[in-house]
């Protein structure tokens, strides 16, 4: 009988060496797990703040853009020079865009 407790202590201590490398194991992978989830947390948090200098700089373009069509409105509706005016600088600046594209397309090939 005292061989069979001895043996059965020896499979104790090997089970137990088990559990104990088997435990270093989850606690390693917890702790990678704990950071991954921090380091997504600040990742969040990061875009959260990008998103919100987003958001007011386009509030401030669209502000932009509300007054330069109100002055062009106000522009198109006076009366006939501006009318002539606002007519070249619109026939300019499809030229410039034109001319521009060429360039750009003679640049490349």
């Not at 009988?1 to 089970?15: K, P, S, Y």
């Not at 875009?47 to 958001?55: C, E, F, V």
């Not at 109100?70 to 865009?97: A, E, H, P, Q």
């Amino acid at each position: 009988m005292a061989d069979w407790n001895r043996g059965h202590g020896a499979v104790d201590d090997m089970l137990d060496a088990e559990n104990k490398l088997l435990a270093d194991n989850l606690a390693t992978k917890v702790s990678r797990l704990k950071s991954l989830a921090y380091d997504i947390d600040k990742e969040a948090d990061e875009q959260n703040s990008y998103l919100d200098g987003m958001d007011s700089d386009f509030l401030s373009t669209t502000g932009l853009l509300t007054g330069s069509v109100k002055r062009f409105s106000t522009m198109v509706l006076s009366g006939k020079d501006n009318r002539r005016v606002l007519c070249y600088i619109s026939v300019g600046l499809v030229l410039v865009f034109f001319l521009l594209y060429y360039l750009v397309s003679r640049a490349q090939a």
